[in-house]
């Protein structure tokens, strides 16, 4: 896994630089726990079943992290610049003495340009092709192929006899530069996010602060080929969008209002669902890999909420705490920080609604691993026949704890 480590140098000059970490993680087995782990835990500790193997030096503060499938070595990250950056944390050294804030900085494999104005937050990388997309403050949504770098070099394989271990062998090295080679102009506004069709190396989908969602198909004109103006109401800005790659014609957006929506590609006239539980925008949201209509969103109010849109009927609304839909499976609450990214354990049918999120803030920024017990999104009727099982004992221990035995007078 990749993980971002940033460091305010305005309030602590003495801080190590920022860095792009990569790191191991140990999942347990369902239903199973390490003990020490309940009985000693602290979110204020290290776990021990993530481990960092390289430390990278990153130029300013990693805002976004995403991997190029295809190439798990291979990163790109946005920062506050116009620029970003492309590691291939194969090749790069390991950065693992101690530093202090005058530290010379890792260099970047490449750096990719085009971007007028700060691109911060808006990221995304194909499936289908070494494509990165990015959004900034220029309004623009840019596009390029890390195939044209180098002839394609940039996402061979490392070779870790070749990679040399000091990190003086940066000094000096000037980073290769791409320019975009696409700039889609339609938001007006700050670009806050933007995904690629899952599967497709033409058709994207963006969000911003001019409160659109916006559909692209860079086959066609470098113009949207879809728009949804005020998606979430007059008044609020949109900062996240996920496209479902079980179901390609569903689309869903996070707003600064906390509200989500879910969008049917085919007709745009009007959301599907609504939902309005975050009582704090909605910064991130992922659609499950493994499970049709299951949608994962999170803000700044310390939580992730759960979506099966299978459940219950029609679009349904929820108001705070006070009322939830059907359609929220799950709400995880143990982050004590506005939560920044999560992601859902890819790749792994066999281990499904396990997840990785992160938080910020000072004393709550922190990584969590979880998963949802399986007894909370499996079919009822198999939950009640395996309870069934073990009635007697279920029974048994309950009639122990509520009647005492009575001694008599």
Same mark, same amino acid.
């Given at each position: 896994?990749?993980?971002?480590?940033?460091?305010?140098?305005?309030?602590?000059?003495?801080?190590?630089?920022?860095?792009?970490?990569?790191?191991?993680?140990?999942?347990?087995?369902?239903?199973?726990?390490?003990?020490?782990?309940?009985?000693?835990?602290?979110?204020?500790?290290?776990?021990?079943?993530?481990?960092?193997?390289?430390?990278?030096?990153?130029?300013?503060?990693?805002?976004?992290?995403?991997?190029?499938?295809?190439?798990?070595?291979?990163?790109?990250?946005?920062?506050?610049?116009?620029?970003?950056?492309?590691?291939?944390?194969?090749?790069?050294?390991?950065?693992?003495?101690?530093?202090?804030?005058?530290?010379?900085?890792?260099?970047?494999?490449?750096?990719?340009i085009g971007h007028t104005a700060d691109a911060e937050f808006a990221l995304g990388v194909a499936t289908a092709a070494p !494509? =990165? @997309?990015? %959004?900034?403050? *220029?309004? &623009? /949504?840019? #596009? $390029?192929?890390?195939?044209?770098?180098?002839?394609?070099?940039?996402?061979?394989?490392?070779?870790?006899?070749?990679?040399?271990?000091?990190?003086?062998?940066?000094?000096?090295?000037?980073?290769?530069?791409?320019?975009?080679?696409?700039?889609?102009?339609?938001?007006?506004?700050?670009?806050?996010?933007?995904?690629?069709?899952?599967?497709?190396?033409?058709?994207?989908?963006?969000?911003?602060?001019?409160?659109?969602?916006?559909?692209?198909?860079?086959?066609?004109?470098?113009?949207?080929?879809?728009?949804?103006?005020?998606?979430?109401?007059?008044?609020?800005?949109?900062?996240?969008?996920?496209?479902?790659?079980?179901?390609?014609? !569903? =689309? @869903?957006? %996070?707003?600064? *209002?906390? &509200? /989500?929506? #879910? $969008?049917?590609?085919?007709?745009?006239?009007?959301?599907?669902?609504?939902?309005?539980?975050?009582?704090?925008?909605?910064?991130?949201?992922?659609?499950?890999?493994?499970?049709?209509?299951?949608?994962?969103?999170?803000?700044?109010?310390?939580?992730?909420?759960?979506?099966?849109?299978?459940?219950?009927?029609?679009?349904?609304?929820?108001?705070?705490?006070?009322?939830?839909?059907?359609?929220?499976?799950?709400?995880?609450?143990?982050?004590?920080?506005?939560?920044?990214?999560?992601?859902?354990?890819?790749?792994?049918?066999?281990?499904?609604?396990?997840?990785?999120?992160?938080?910020?803030?000072?004393?709550?920024?922190?990584?969590? !691993?979880?998963?949802?017990?399986?007894?909370?999104?499996?079919?009822?009727?198999?939950?009640?026949?395996?309870?069934?099982?073990?009635?007697?004992?279920?029974?048994?221990?309950?009639?122990?704890?509520?009647?005492?035995?009575?001694?008599?007078?």
């Amino acid at each position: 896994m990749y993980l971002s480590q940033r460091t305010d140098a305005n309030i602590n000059t003495k801080s190590p630089p920022n860095a792009l970490l990569v790191a191991t993680a140990e999942l347990c087995e369902w239903r199973v726990a390490a003990a020490e782990a309940i009985l000693n835990f602290s979110d204020a500790d290290q776990s021990q079943q993530v481990k960092v193997i390289k430390t990278i030096l990153h130029p300013g503060e990693v805002n976004k992290i995403r991997e190029v499938p295809g190439h798990s070595e291979v990163v790109v990250t946005h920062t506050d610049s116009k620029e970003l950056y492309v590691w291939h944390t194969g090749r790069q050294p390991n950065r693992k003495e101690k530093v202090t804030a005058s530290a010379a900085l890792s260099v970047a494999d490449l750096t990719l340009i085009g971007h007028t104005a700060d691109a911060e937050f808006a990221l995304g990388v194909a499936t289908a092709a070494p !494509l =990165v @997309a990015s %959004g900034g403050k *220029d309004k &623009s /949504v840019m #596009v $390029w192929n890390l195939a044209d770098a180098d002839g394609g070099a940039l996402l061979a394989r490392a070779d870790p006899d070749a990679v040399d271990p000091n990190p003086k062998a940066d000094a000096g090295r000037a980073p290769s530069r791409l320019d975009a080679q696409s700039r889609l102009k339609g938001h007006t506004d700050t670009v806050e996010d933007v995904v690629w069709r899952p599967d497709s190396a033409a058709e994207l989908a963006s969000v911003g602060d001019d409160r659109a969602l916006l559909f692209w198909d860079t086959r066609a004109a470098h113009s949207p080929a879809g728009r949804v103006p005020d998606a979430h109401g007059p008044a609020h800005d949109l900062h996240c969008v996920d496209w479902s790659a079980l179901q390609p014609h !569903l =689309v @869903a957006t %996070g707003a600064a *209002d906390g &509200s /989500v929506r #879910v $969008w049917d590609k085919r007709e745009l006239a009007r959301p599907l669902h609504i939902f309005a539980v975050h009582v704090k925008p909605t910064m991130r949201m992922e659609w499950s890999p493994t499970h049709e209509g299951v949608l994962a969103s999170g803000g700044e109010d310390r939580r992730i909420c759960i979506w099966d849109l299978n459940r219950g009927a029609g679009g349904g609304t929820g108001d705070g705490d006070a009322k939830r839909p059907p359609q929220l499976m799950f709400l995880h609450s143990g982050h004590r920080g506005g939560v920044a990214d999560f992601q859902w354990v890819p790749g792994e049918p066999a281990d499904p609604f396990t997840m990785a999120s992160v938080s910020d803030n000072g004393v709550g920024g922190t990584l969590q !691993l979880w998963r949802i017990n399986d007894m909370i999104w499996r079919p009822e009727d198999v939950v009640l026949a395996e309870l069934e099982e073990h009635r007697d004992f279920i029974l048994n221990a309950k009639n122990k704890k509520q009647a005492p035995a009575v001694t008599p007078l």
